[in-house]
């Protein structure tokens, strides 16, 4: 018989080695998130993620589930908190929803609107970040980027191409593709990799293919953040905005 933590009260079941997120995960609980995927190892950076353990707040997607542990995911604190991390990320880059071809399919965007950002409350910084478009399959649109390092986890780890890397340090930090001319098409980068699919926002675009879902059938559209299968909401009350 596994282990169980507590998630708001309620008994989560887990294996050893699992974190909280990926516990919570596999039981159908929502925690926000934006750099864990469940098909590569925890990156820590977006600290979405955060929950209340302890006394204090942790990453969930780092944390290791412990047994009897009392977790509190859903609380408006921490969705505040939680908010304002969103909200520095869409003055950071340049997040014009509107005019991207991942609306409504984009995790970033979703998850806004799961938490209720309405606004973007800090001056934008309206990035100068040059597209690549030099490969004949993918375009990368900079200045979407998050630094989940997704792709570069994907193309290391999954495709074995190291195409990605973050450089720069601080608020300088930036992706940039690993050619010694920094284009793309000077990469072995291929539509077919894991890292073509992985991006949770609007950065790695297939080229040809923008806006060919209608509104109404994108993938946030019919399966809003939170949502459950059957309908119901996994957090009620945060789950009422909507597009
Ligand atoms: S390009 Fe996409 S997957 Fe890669 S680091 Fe930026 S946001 Fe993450
Ligand atoms: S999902 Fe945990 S820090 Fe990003």
Same mark, same amino acid.
């Given at each position: 018989?596994?282990?169980?933590f &507590?998630?708001?009260g309620?008994?989560?079941?887990f294996?050893?080695g ?5 516990a ?8 926000p998130?934006l750099?864990?995927h469940?098909d590569f190892s925890?990156?820590g950076?977006? =600290?979405?993620c955060?929950?209340?353990c302890?006394? =204090? ?7 290791p ?7 509190e ?7 505040a ?5 969103l909200?520095?990320?869409f003055?950071?880059g %340049?997040? &014009?929803?509107? +005019?991207?071809?991942?609306?409504g399919?984009?995790?970033?965007? +979703?998850? +806004? ?5 309405? !606004?973007p409350h800090?001056?934008? &910084?309206?990035?100068?970040?040059p597209? !690549? ?5 993918v375009?990368? !649109?900079? %200045? ?5 390092e997704l792709c ?5 780890d999954? !495709?074995?191409k190291?195409? &990605?890397a973050i ?5 300088q930090?930036?992706l940039?593709? %690993?050619a010694g001319?920094?284009?793309?098409a ?7 990799? =894991? +890292? ?6 609007g ?7 923008g806006?060919?879902? @209608?509104?109404?059938a ?5 399966h @809003?953040?939170?949502? =459950?299968?059957?309908g119901a909401k996994?957090? @009620? ?5 909507r597009r």
């Amino acid at each position: 018989m596994s282990d169980t933590f &507590f998630l708001d009260g309620e008994a989560i079941p887990f294996s050893p080695g699992q974190t909280l997120i990926q516990a919570a995960s596999a039981a159908g609980k929502y925690i926000p998130h934006l750099c864990w995927h469940p098909d590569f190892s925890a990156h820590g950076s977006c =600290r979405l993620c955060i929950v209340r353990c302890g006394g =204090r707040e942790v990453a969930a997607c780092t944390t290791p589930a412990a047994a009897g542990l009392e977790v509190e995911n859903a609380s408006a604190e921490l969705d505040a908190a939680r908010r304002t991390l969103l909200q520095l990320l869409f003055v950071e880059g %340049n997040h &014009f929803c509107p +005019a991207c071809e991942k609306s409504g399919d984009c995790l970033l965007q +979703a998850t +806004a609107y799961q938490l209720g950002m309405l !606004d973007p409350h800090f001056e934008h &910084f309206y990035p100068v970040r040059p597209v !690549d478009a030099s490969h004949p399959e993918v375009l990368l !649109d900079f %200045n979407r980027c998050i630094l989940c390092e997704l792709c570069v986890r994907a193309s290391r780890d999954v !495709d074995g191409k190291n195409v &990605f890397a973050i450089a720069g340090r601080g608020a300088q930090a930036h992706l940039v593709v %690993n050619a010694g001319s920094g284009r793309l098409a000077d990469t072995g980068f291929a539509l077919s990799d =894991r +890292a073509a699919s992985v991006c949770p926002v609007g950065v790695i675009l297939k080229k040809g293919a923008g806006f060919a879902t @209608p509104i109404g059938a994108r993938t946030y559209d019919r399966h @809003p953040l939170g949502a =459950r299968a059957d309908g119901a909401k996994t957090a @009620p009350g945060r789950s009422e905005v909507r597009r």
